[in-house]
């Protein structure tokens, strides 16, 4: 078993800046990728950001390309998402997901951490 702690949500003026957190632990040799996801009130989970394991390719939302920054410590076992020039619609909550496998779906899911951007 794997288990995924996200931290770093809050709430932040538009334009401002957030880094979440994502902690893995338990079984976490055996790692493909890690990635993060959000959902909105009313609409469909979107896949942000991902980034394969350790430290290697990332992919974007074309929403977020360019503002946010996945990136990975595999000493800590913890995948950030640095997330600049923040707009009322990135308001959602954040899951951080770990994917065991190229393909197939995530594996494991963390809670979620609130993310609110006041405009």
């Known amino acids: 078993q794997v288990q995924l702690v996200e931290s770093g949500g809050g709430l932040v003026q538009v334009g401002g800046s957030l880094r979440l957190s994502c902690a893995a632990s338990g079984r976490t040799f055996s790692v493909y990728s890690m990635g993060w996801f959000r959902q909105a009130p009313g609409k469909e989970r979107e896949r942000v950001a991902a980034i394969t394991w350790p430290g290697g390719s990332t992919n974007y939302a074309d929403s977020v390309e360019g503002r946010f920054t996945i990136s990975g410590d595999n000493a800590k076992n913890t995948v950030y998402l640095q997330m600049n020039s923040l707009k009322p619609e990135d308001t959602a909550v954040y899951y951080c997901?770990?994917?065991?496998?190229?393909?197939?779906?995530?594996?494991?899911w963390g809670q979620g951490t609130q993310v609110t951007i006041s405009s």
């Open positions: 997901a770990l994917k065991i496998f190229p393909h197939g779906s995530y594996d494991y």
